[in-house]
């Protein structure tokens, strides 16, 4: 069995991906998405965090969480989450089929089993991951300028004079290759 090791650093800033069973595209619809933001909220009551940046895609999320100071415990975070989604869930965003080891751990076809992580590691990365995520509907052809996706933390940065509108509409945004590939 492959043994994944994470980097559990107390009240550390972290990128995450989460991607959706099989990569289905259902995590944009109405029901999904109200579904996920009730279980981000349920869970921050009991174990706090602060959403940095976020982009919401059909298949697959990326979002920057700061934990609280003496606690690195992400995992917990995304287990509970995922958990109150597939609870949640509705028959029009149902997947269909499960693997033999889906059924023998009486898994749900909702989520990949597991997320990928980077720790932050200073300004200059957190700007980075940042851009990755409010450019990465671009970068998959869902619009032509992030001001144009509407599951984003994007128009929050705007909102908040952190980023203009116009930030690289028309124009490719170069990020070096480990950044979200990590």
């Given at each position: 069995m492959t043994e994944y090791?994470?980097?559990?650093?107390?009240?550390?800033c972290y990128f995450f991906t989460q991607v959706t069973y099989d990569r289905r595209p259902w995590l944009c619809?109405?029901?999904?998405?109200?579904?996920l933001r009730s279980a981000i909220e349920k869970v921050r009551l009991k174990l706090?965090?602060?959403?940095?940046?976020w982009v919401l895609l059909p298949e697959h999320l990326?979002?920057?969480w700061q934990l609280p100071e003496g606690d690195s415990d992400y995992s917990a975070r995304w287990r509970l989450i995922k958990t109150f989604v597939t609870k949640q869930r509705d028959e029009s965003w149902e997947i269909l089929g499960k693997g033999d080891s889906r059924k023998k751990r009486q898994e749900q076809t909702?989520?990949?089993?597991?997320?990928?992580?980077h720790t932050i590691r200073d300004d200059e990365d957190y700007r980075r991951h940042c851009d990755y995520i409010h450019y990465n509907p671009v970068k998959h052809g869902l619009c032509l300028a992030p001001r144009e996706w509407p599951y984003s933390s994007f128009h929050r940065f705007v909102k908040e004079g952190r980023c203009?509108?116009?930030w690289v509409s028309n124009e490719t945004l170069a990020l070096p290759e480990v950044v979200g590939n990590e």
């Open positions: 090791r994470r980097n559990f650093r107390p009240g550390g619809n109405q029901g999904a998405r109200r579904a706090p965090f602060a959403i940095a940046a990326h979002c920057i909702l989520w990949q089993r597991r997320f990928w992580e203009e509108s116009d």
